[in-house]
């Protein structure tokens, strides 16, 4: 059984609309991350979040807003969305927020904005 | 300059022969080196993390660090075509355990 759930797989979404992507994680873990993959830049950092508190922002932009139900959901909220984020969006989480802790990647959401 | 940087950008390797990948950080303030691996359509899976200077091995993965030069290497024994992938390096920082990607290493093991 998949242990971190992203959904939808693959957004397909016009210029300046909203989406909301979804990420649980059943790892029992306290932490979790959003990170984002484009064709442009390697993998990159955005959030990281711990007991459903934000510990690390590392987006320029408000457009990005990460929101966490429960412990184990964190998703995220894209507004007025620009062609320049489609990437593919990865979920992760770890034990703790330690540099020694292991960080589990889901498979990712895969957004195209037209 | 990119904090992490990966070399080389693609290798082939017969399967059965020995990858070697390297990764150099300008960060100083790391605390972790981390290899990680994406197969295609993936999300990336951690193969290992070091520390302490030296090599250290898991299974047919072998990382090498040298901190005083910031450098990193990942030996992989015996490769297997299953090992063909997309090779990340990555620091952890003394922050929110943020981990900085590379750009990685296309490996392909041809049969």
């Known amino acids: 059984d998949p242990k971190i759930i992203q959904k939808p797989k693959y957004l397909v979404a016009v210029t300046g609309s909203e989406k909301i992507l979804i990420c649980e994680q059943y790892l029992g873990h306290n932490a979790m991350y959003w990170y984002r993959q484009s064709a442009k830049k390697p993998l990159e950092f955005m959030f990281s979040y711990s007991y459903q508190k934000l510990m690390d922002n590392q987006t320029a932009s408000s457009r990005f807003q990460p929101q966490s139900s429960k412990k184990n959901h964190l998703d995220l909220q894209i507004t007025a969305l620009k062609p320049d984020d489609s990437a593919t969006y990865f979920c992760?989480?770890?034990?703790?927020?330690?540099?020694?802790?292991?960080?589990?990647f889901g498979p990712g959401t895969r957004l195209l904005v037209l | 300059q990119q904090k992490v940087q990966q070399s080389p950008e693609s290798l082939s390797v017969p399967e059965g022969g020995m990858a070697s990948l390297n990764c150099t950080s300008s960060d100083r303030n790391f605390q972790y080196f981390w290899w990680y691996r994406q197969h295609s359509g993936e999300g990336p899976k951690a193969l290992m993390s070091i520390f302490s200077d030296g090599d250290k091995k898991e299974g047919r993965f072998t990382a090498h660090l040298n901190k005083a030069s910031l450098h990193v290497s990942l030996h992989i024994r015996d490769s297997q075509p299953s090992d063909s992938a997309l090779y990340f390096c990555?620091?952890?920082?003394?922050?929110?355990?943020?981990?900085?990607f590379g750009k990685g290493t296309v490996l392909l093991v041809s049969p």
């Open positions: 992760a989480s770890s034990q703790g927020l330690g540099g020694q802790d292991t960080q589990y």
């Open positions: 990555a620091v952890s920082d003394s922050g929110y355990n943020k981990l900085t």
